[in-house]
T-cell receptor, first 116, second 115 residues
Framework: GAGVSQSPRYKVAKRGQDVALRCDPISGHVSLFWYQQALGQGPEFLTYFQNEAQLDKSGLPSDRFFAERPEGSVSTLKIQRTQQEDSAVYLC??????????????FGPGTRLTVL | DQQVKQNSPSLSVQEGRISILNCDYTNSMFDYFLWYKKYPAEGPTFLISISSIKDKNEDGRFTVFLNKSAKHLSLHIVPSQPGDSAVYFCAASPTLNTGFQKLVFGTGTRLLVSP
C-alpha cells in the first residue's frame, strides 16, 4: 500500500518568504509527527497530532512555525518569514494509533528546504 | 545537550562479516529504543526495537542489545550485506503521560559494506 508522501520534495525560498509543506500520512493512521533534520544531524521532533488535535508542539523552534491537521488526515507545516537557519529536511511520520510508546512510526521521504 | 549519541560517524566492514553499531544515551527516562535505517533521498525506515525490560531482541540478521546500567545499546548485523550500506540512526523514547512515541535521535552512523 501507499506510504507516507510529502510535497514538494524540494523547496527553495528567499529569506523572508512563507512556505507550506504538505504531508499525506498512511490512510487510517491516527498519529502524525513532524521532524526537522539539519545537515549531518538526526531528526529532531517538532510536533505531534492525534487525529486533528495537536497534542505536543514543544519542538517548534519559534512562533514562525505553525502546523495543522484540520480533518485528521493531511497535515501542513507552515514556516513564516523563512530564515537561513530554517534550511533543513522536514520529515513527516505517521503511526497507526496511540499505543503508548511502542507504535512504529513510518516516515515520508521528506521535503528539503533551502532558504537563500 | 545530545541525549542520544552515536560517536562513530562511519563504519566500514566487508561483506559477510559482523557490523556493530553503537549508541549511548544519557536520559534515564528513556525506556524504548529503536534503530532506523536511511538511504539517500528517502525517509528513515524502522529496523528493530527493544523495550527497557529486555536486554536483547533479535530479528533475522539484526540483533539489538541493551545495557541499561551503562546506558548503551548496540546493533549487530550478521552477516553484513552490501545492501545494508546506509545511515543507521539510534532513537529513544521516554515514557510520557500522553503515551505517544516522542523519538530522540542520534546523529547517525554511515555503514559501508564492501563486497
Amino acid at each position: 500500500g501507499a506510504g507516507v508522501s510529502q510535497s514538494p520534495r524540494y523547496k527553495v525560498a528567499k529569506r523572508g518568504q512563507d512556505v507550506a509543506l504538505r504531508c499525506d500520512p498512511i490512510s487510517g493512521h491516527v498519529s502524525l509527527f513532524w521532524y526537522q533534520q539539519a545537515l549531518g544531524q538526526g531528526p529532531e521532533f517538532l510536533t505531534y497530532f492525534q487525529n486533528e488535535a495537536q497534542l505536543d508542539k514543544s519542538g517548534l523552534p519559534s512562533d514562525r512555525f505553525f502546523a495543522e491537521r484540520p480533518e485528521g488526515s493531511v497535515s501542513t507545516l507552515k514556516i513564516q518569514r523563512t530564515q537561513q537557519e530554517d534550511s533543513a529536511v522536514y520529515l513527516c511520520a505517521s503511526s497507526l494509533d496511540e499505543r503508548g510508546n511502542t507504535d512504529t512510526q513510518y516516515f515520508g521521504p521528506g521535503t528539503r528546504l533551502t532558504v537563500l | 545537550d545530545q541525549q542520544v549519541k552515536q560517536n562513530s560517524p562511519s563504519l566500514s566492514v566487508q561483506e559477510g562479516r559482523i557490523s556493530i553499531l553503537n549508541c549511548d544515551y544519557t536520559n534515564s527516562m528513556f525506556d524504548y529504543f529503536l534503530w532506523y535505517k536511511k538511504y539517500p533521498a528517502e525517509g528513515p525506515t524502522f529496523l528493530i526495537s527493544i523495550s527497557s525490560i529486555k536486554d536483547k531482541n533479535e530479528d533475522g540478521r539484526f540483533t539489538v542489545f541493551l545495557n541499561k546500567s551503562a546506558k548503551h545499546l548496540s546493533l549487530h548485523i550478521v552477516p553484513s550485506q552490501p545492501g545494508d550500506s546506509a545511515v543507521y540512526f539510534c532513537a529513544a523514547s521516554p515514557t510520557l503521560n500522553t503515551g505517544f512515541q516522542k523519538l530522540v535521535f542520534g546523529t547517525g552512523t554511515r555503514l559501508l559494506v564492501s563486497p
